[in-house]
T-cell receptor
Framework: NAGVTQTPKFRILKIGQSMTLQCTQD?????MYWYRQDPGMGLKLIYY???????DKGEVPNGYNVSRSTTEDFPLRLELAAPSQTSVYFC???????????FGSGTRLTVV | QQPVQSPQAVILREGEDAVINCSSS?????VHWYRQKHGEAPVFLMI?????EQKGHEKISASFNEKKQQSSLYLTASQLSYSGTYFC??????????????FGDGTTLTVKP
């Protein structure tokens, strides 16, 4: 049982480049989330999804986009990368929010 | 809407106890707790739902005071493995926020031999 898988684990981007962070889960969870964590800080919600075809903005959505075409996958797209997007990105999933979240191992992104 | 955690950091000796608090300015539906070790993903510990319940998980337990809009995490007879940063995540009672949680900035717990 793989749980929540994120790729890549590390990435360095130049300012203005774009990339997609991949997230897939094999637990048939309807709820999926993208959080970013800046050094020494908590988790900030970027986008979330309550099921395939349904997405909604979180606290810090600017500069990001998501899609949810299947239950398993929830990719996060960064357009025109900026240094302020340097962070660790965590994808999480849940059967239902009252069951708690399972987090992926994270993607450490640096924008230079 | 972000919950406030206190203290920001605590240092313990093995065998000592600690309490970490999580407070909200709005009515809560649920509070969940996670532990994150350095360089790793957060790991789910437990969730408490509206109703003022208390839960236990080995020597780690938590309470949820609905009226005070506050949850507390209790770590008793701490072990070295308890070291890490503890986060609370809260979901508001407001239905417009259903399905997503806001996290506090964390409490760093260091247990020394």
């Amino acid at each position: 049982n793989a749980g929540v898988t994120q790729t890549p684990k590390f990435r360095i981007l130049k300012i203005g480049q774009s990339m997609t962070l991949q997230c897939t889960q094999d637990m048939n969870h309807n709820y999926m989330y993208w959080y970013r964590q800046d050094p020494g800080m908590g988790l900030k919600l970027i986008y979330y999804s309550v099921g395939a075809g349904i997405t909604d903005k979180g606290e810090v959505p600017n500069g990001y986009n998501v899609s949810r075409s299947t239950t398993e996958d929830f990719p996060l797209r960064l357009e025109l990368a900026a240094p302020s997007q340097t962070s660790v990105y965590f994808c999480a999933s849940s059967f239902h929010p009252t069951y708690g979240y399972t987090f992926g191992s994270g993607t450490r992104l640096t924008v230079v | 809407q972000q919950p406030v955690q206190s203290p920001q950091a605590v240092i313990l000796r093995e065998g000592e106890d600690a309490v970490i608090n999580c407070s909200s300015s709005k009515a809560l539906y649920s509070v969940h707790w996670y532990r994150q070790k350095h360089g790793e993903a957060p790991v789910f510990l437990m969730i408490l739902l509206k109703g003022g319940e208390q839960k236990g998980h080995e020597k780690i337990s938590a309470s949820f005071n609905e009226k005070k809009q506050q949850s507390s995490l209790y770590l008793t007879a701490s072990q070295l493995s308890y070291s890490g940063t503890y986060f609370c995540g809260t979901e508001l009672e407001d239905n417009t926020n259903a399905g997503k949680s806001t996290f506090g900035d964390g409490t760093t717990l260091t247990v020394k031999p």
